[in-house]
């Protein structure tokens, strides 16, 4: 299975848990991947982290005024733009903003490849300085 469609995978069983508050245990399917696991179990025990990210990068937003779908798009890159790094940045936010593309409104991918763009940026000048 391509790591596109598991990344998928993970943002559904995520935003059916946010718009149904049912454990994320019953919404991945037990056949899912260990990439797909690792992605809905790291961004639901980091969402208050991701969450964060979003708020402070999403000028005049907060986190809950954003659609639940590009939400979760938002937070299955950021994991793996910070706890990835076998992922290249550039790769977690293409699949993000391909994603918001074939699911979201037409504002979305803008929307989100601002917010994405601007972690990276922090992240890579974090790293320059260490």
Same mark, same amino acid.
């Given at each position: 299975?391509?790591?596109? !469609?598991?990344?998928?995978?993970?943002?559904?069983?995520?935003?059916?848990?946010?718009?149904?508050?049912?454990p994320?245990?019953?919404?991945?399917?037990?056949?899912?991947?260990?990439?797909?696991?690792?992605?809905?179990?790291?961004? !639901?025990?980091?969402?208050?982290?991701? !969450?964060?990210?979003?708020?402070?990068?999403?000028?005049?937003?907060?986190?809950?005024?954003?659609?639940?779908?590009?939400?979760?798009?938002?937070?299955?890159?950021?994991?793996?733009?910070?706890?990835r790094?076998?992922?290249?940045?550039?790769? /977690?936010? !293409?699949? /993000?903003?391909?994603?918001?593309?074939?699911?979201?409104? /037409?504002?979305?991918?803008?929307?989100?490849?601002?917010?994405?763009?601007?972690?990276?940026?922090?992240?890579?000048?974090?790293?320059?300085?260490?």
């Amino acid at each position: 299975m391509r790591r596109t !469609d598991q990344r998928r995978a993970a943002v559904v069983a995520l935003y059916q848990r946010d718009v149904t508050s049912r454990p994320l245990s019953e919404l991945v399917p037990r056949t899912a991947t260990a990439f797909t696991r690792e992605l809905a179990e790291g961004v !639901d025990e980091r969402r208050e982290e991701l !969450d964060g990210l979003i708020e402070r990068h999403a000028v005049g937003w907060t986190v809950d005024r954003i659609a639940p779908l590009e939400r979760n798009i938002l937070r299955v890159a950021l994991y793996e733009l910070i706890h990835r790094p076998d992922v290249p940045a550039e790769v /977690a936010i !293409d699949e /993000a903003i391909e994603q918001a593309k074939e699911l979201c409104g /037409a504002e979305a991918p803008g929307f989100l490849n601002g917010i994405l763009g601007a972690v990276a940026r922090e992240l890579a000048e974090e790293e320059a300085r260490r």
